[in-house]
């Protein structure tokens, strides 16, 4: 039986014979946020010979898929996804908290067996070698080699622009412990919340506490005379956001930087520049920068702010070996514009299509596709101010109000529109979403409405 199953495969014309006896591609994803997850699922649809739709130009592949095959590995240090701009509802409003993490288990189209998720963090990595050395949960060393790399690992940013925690439990108990110290464990009325920073993480949690809970005082104290002071946007977008914020209902103090002290009864004082003392059940910092997250990476591939310097097809710069099967992608490469979510996603889908072109080159020498080059691009900026979103781009110039917000962010900041556009669905909501359905079906509700429902 096995000497048949051998004469088979060495038949030309058994369909074993398509089967290649070499080893696949190896893909190492370093970081699974927006940039490394929207490589991942680019790949992945690329390797099946399912193209998807592409904002700047890449190849066309025509369906042709690696005669190796591709073994994609993802090493992140949460156990799932989880959609940074929503933090400012994920940490104020309590029906959002346990949605805006998707844990990459429960995600249906990542269940694939040539995709592998290992919880750790990267340590170091030899470009020579490739091999990237990291520590899973338990502490132990372990090494996975690769054949290209993607550096998604983003800014360190500081809680609560971010979860603190790395698993998904973990997450929903810090969120839900802040929710009940904004809130008084309920006792809203009368709540004095604090907020030190109008960058956009400040300004949109301002935002979010004053429209989810109108009977808390919110103020927003800032060091500098204007909002966004450090974004490289218009002065009208900058004042028409601090108007935003006033029409919400948020106190501005600008101009003055703060002194937090803790009170004997659980209160604390925030102190200003020109002597005002403010009183505050709860004070959120949000004034700490987040920094790339490059430690692991050699001083020489990085620029003075430790972000990792690319080229147009967003393969490392420098001259490391093997500098062009290394790729960054998202807030922690040097690049144009203001950082933000869409930018890294469509990064993402750009190194998937390069990496691509690159296995497919060298699995057939006569193929002869042509890397892509992504194009500087200028500021651009939505940002939620309670019921009303801003946005700005150089093309459509300046828009807000609460219908841009309908429009833009839905009622969740993106999170829907966001895992439609990847093609994500959660296998653990999606059940239960069927099983609603069904219990409306029976007391009832009209068919179509049901399969809306689901």
């Not at 949460?78 to 994920?90: I, M, N, Q, T």
């Not at 959002?96 to 990542?110: C, G, I």
């Not at 009940?180 to 030190?196: A, L």
């Not at 002869?368 to 781009?393: H, M, S």
């Amino acid at each position: 039986m096995r000497l048949q199953t051998i004469s088979n495969a060495l038949n030309p014309l058994s369909p074993l014979a398509n089967l290649s006896l070499s080893s696949p591609h190896q893909v190492l994803v370093i970081g699974c946020a927006y940039g490394g997850i929207s490589c991942v699922v680019n790949l992945l649809a690329l390797s099946q010979g399912k193209p998807r739709q592409s904002m700047y130009p890449v190849p066309d592949f025509d369906g042709r898929k690696s005669t190796k095959g591709i073994e994609i590995t993802v090493i992140d240090e949460r156990d799932g996804y989880f959609h940074s701009v929503g933090a400012p509802l994920a940490h104020v409003a309590p029906k959002h908290t346990p949605t805006m993490w998707k844990r990459f288990s429960h995600l249906k189209e990542l269940q694939h067996p040539n995709l592998h998720f290992k919880q750790g963090s990267v340590q170091k990595i030899d470009p020579e070698a490739k091999v990237a050395e990291w520590l899973d949960k338990t502490g132990r060393v372990r090494k996975q080699s690769y054949d290209h790399v993607v550096v998604a690992t983003g800014l360190r940013r500081h809680w609560p622009a971010v979860p603190k925690s790395s698993s998904y439990a973990e997450y929903t108990r810090d969120a839900h412990e802040l929710i009940d110290k904004i809130t008084g464990k309920g006792q809203r009325h009368g709540r004095r919340v604090v907020v030190i920073g109008a960058g956009a993480v400040g300004v949109e949690f301002a935002g979010e506490i004053v429209h989810n809970y109108p009977s808390i005082t919110v103020t927003l104290v800032h060091s500098r005379t204007q909002v966004l002071s450090s974004e490289p946007l218009p002065d009208e977008v900058k004042e028409k956001v601090k108007d935003l914020l006033e029409e919400e209902g948020v106190g501005l103090r600008l101009g003055s930087r703060a002194t937090v002290k803790e009170l004997e009864d659980g209160t604390q004082s925030v102190t200003l520049a020109n002597g005002d003392v403010l009183i505050a059940d709860v004070v959120l910092d949000a004034t700490k920068k987040g920094s790339a997250t490059t430690g692991f990476l050699p001083s020489e591939y990085l620029n003075k702010e430790e972000e990792i310097e690319v080229t147009p097809h967003l393969s490392f710069s420098s001259g490391i070996p093997n500098a062009d099967v290394h790729y960054g992608v998202g807030d922690v490469i040097a690049w144009s514009g203001i950082k933000r979510a869409g930018s890294a996603m469509v990064m993402g889908q750009h190194v998937a299509a390069n990496i691509y072109t690159s296995i497919l080159n060298s699995d057939d020498s006569s193929n002869n596709f042509t890397l892509a080059e992504l194009p500087r691009w200028p500021a651009v900026i939505g940002i939620a101010v309670g019921k009303q979103c801003l946005t700005y781009d150089t093309t459509n110039g300046m828009k807000f109000g609460v219908k841009v917000m309908e429009g833009y962010f839905q009622d969740d900041l993106g999170w829907a529109a966001n895992l439609k556009y990847l093609g994500l669905t959660d296998m653990e909501e999606r059940e239960h979403s069927v099983q609603g359905a069904m219990e409306m079906k029976e007391v009832g509700v009209a068919p179509e409405e049901v399969a809306a429902a689901a």
